[in-house]
């Protein structure tokens, strides 16, 4: 159980372009979902929170317009980076929270690896 | 106050042997402390997990120990394997919030 998807796993795209990366709870619904970055050997930074129904809530520095957030359904959310270039090259990875789980546990997707050329 | 120190950044450990990783806060809102395994490439896969009012949980060779008045948790890999050669985090987040604070990752390699 707990699972979640992410897709597509790896995408290349050119600068100026728009992306957009899927986040599924399979067996679960998750009214809150989140969106990270992962830089090479660092941390997890955590762009948005994604509530089902409602406006994303962003971190300080992430740019709302650039890093579009929809939470339409209990198990997807998407990402979409717009005019993607190539600083915004990352691993970005969703993880979703059980909302029939009195806890705080998050499982996490796969991550997803953007690369703009 | 929100931030979650982890330590050390790299460990190398001897198969068969324990590798311990430590993480510190600040925030005493905080009850719950997960740690995850990352592998490369990989998303975050939840490990094993504690809440305050438990000073140790294990799961198999997976070991949390808690101390609430240092405010400090660690974890305890047993009889290492070179297949738990990954990185890990340790978080924490307090119930009313919704996201989790990050360490910044150990990354452990256990020799053969």
């Known amino acids: 159980g707990a699972v979640v998807s992410q897709h597509p796993s790896r995408v290349i795209c050119k600068s100026g372009t728009s992306v957009k990366i899927e986040c599924r709870s399979l067996?679960?619904?998750?009214?809150?979902m989140f969106w990270y970055r992962q830089f090479p050997k660092q941390s997890l930074m955590l762009m948005a929170t994604s509530n089902e129904g409602s406006k994303a809530t962003y971190e300080q520095g992430v740019e709302k317009d650039k890093f579009l957030i929809n939470h339409a359904s209990l198990t997807l959310s998407t990402l979409t980076v717009t005019s993607a270039h190539p600083e915004d090259s990352s691993f970005y990875i969703c993880s979703a929270r059980d909302s029939g789980s009195p806890g705080n546990e998050q499982f996490f997707g796969p991550g997803t690896r953007l690369t703009v050329l | 106050q929100q931030q979650v120190k982890q330590s050390p950044q790299s460990l190398i450990v001897q198969k068969g042997g324990i590798s311990i990783i430590n993480c510190a806060y600040e925030n005493t809102a905080f009850d719950y402390f997960p740690w995850y395994q990352q592998f490369p490439g990989k998303g975050p896969a939840l490990l094993i997990a504690i809440r305050p009012d438990v000073s140790e949980k294990k799961e198999g060779r997976f070991t949390i120990s808690f101390n609430k008045s240092a405010k400090q948790f660690s974890l305890h890999i047993m009889d290492s394997q070179p297949g738990d050669s990954a990185t890990y985090f340790c978080?924490?987040?307090?119930?009313?919030?919704?996201?989790?604070?990050f360490g910044q990752g150990t990354r452990l390699t256990i020799n053969p």
């Open positions: 067996d679960f619904q998750a009214t809150t």
């Open positions: 978080a924490a987040s307090y119930r009313g919030a919704q996201k989790l604070v």
